[in-house]
């Protein structure tokens, strides 16, 4: 049986990565002899469908259980309409997490343990991404407001739609905000790609059934 680990290393003593969409590798382990073969998590980058695009990957594996820290909703039923496990909750080294599942010591989760986005920040476990927050800041220092809480490198408060002109909580640098319509005109492009691969990811798991 083949088991995905979202992983913060390439091989069983590597520890378990609590983010699963936006975990640094996947080690797929066979538990029958404890073979493994480790994959770069390529969707780590995503500004959203992270969760999806890893929950298709992990699938196309042929992963039949998935052993992490945090799962976020989108997974979850993506997971669960493929007939795979998912066992959240899980912390020490890969080996570790897989003779527990060996042992029969886990029981697989039915809910989502984190919402959605949420490996975007970092309360999650491991350093991610800076989140894209909603907001343009004005001149002078000051702060954006917006779902990233943003601190601004203009006076005043944020207006808009934006990404949060500044940096982040964690120091890092945001990508100035466009204006509104470019903004929402991208926001829209990114859901439209965001339905389509939910789509394809969807064939994908009606395909290995």
């Not at 999650?124 to 809480?149: E, K, N």
């Not at 990508?175 to 789509?199: F, I, N, W, Y």
């Amino acid at each position: 049986m083949k088991v995905a680990i979202s992983s913060t290393g390439k091989d069983l003593n590597a520890q378990i990565d609590p983010r699963f969409g936006r975990c640094a590798f996947f080690v797929i382990v066979d538990t029958n002899d404890m073979s493994f073969v480790s994959y770069d998590n390529e969707n780590v980058n995503l500004g959203g469908g992270a969760g999806i695009q890893a929950a298709g990957f992990v699938v196309s594996k042929g992963a039949e259980a998935v052993l992490t820290g945090n799962c976020g909703p989108n997974a979850i039923k993506t997971f669960s309409a493929a007939g795979v496990t998912v066992h959240t909750g899980q912390t020490g080294t890969v080996e570790e997490a897989v003779n527990r599942f060996k042992a029969g010591a886990l029981t697989p989760s039915t809910q989502a343990t984190v919402p959605e986005k949420a490996g975007v920040s970092a309360n999650v476990g491991s350093p991610a991404v800076p989140a894209a927050g909603i907001g343009r800041c004005r001149g002078g220092a000051g702060r954006g407001l917006g779902m990233g809480m943003k601190k601004g490198m203009g006076g005043g408060r944020g207006m808009g739609m934006g990404s949060g002109a500044g940096f982040s909580n964690s120091g890092s640098a945001v990508t100035p905000a466009g204006p509104r319509e470019e903004t929402v005109a991208s926001l829209k492009k990114q859901a439209d790609q965001l339905q389509q691969q939910m789509k394809e990811i969807q064939d994908r798991i009606d395909s290995i059934k």
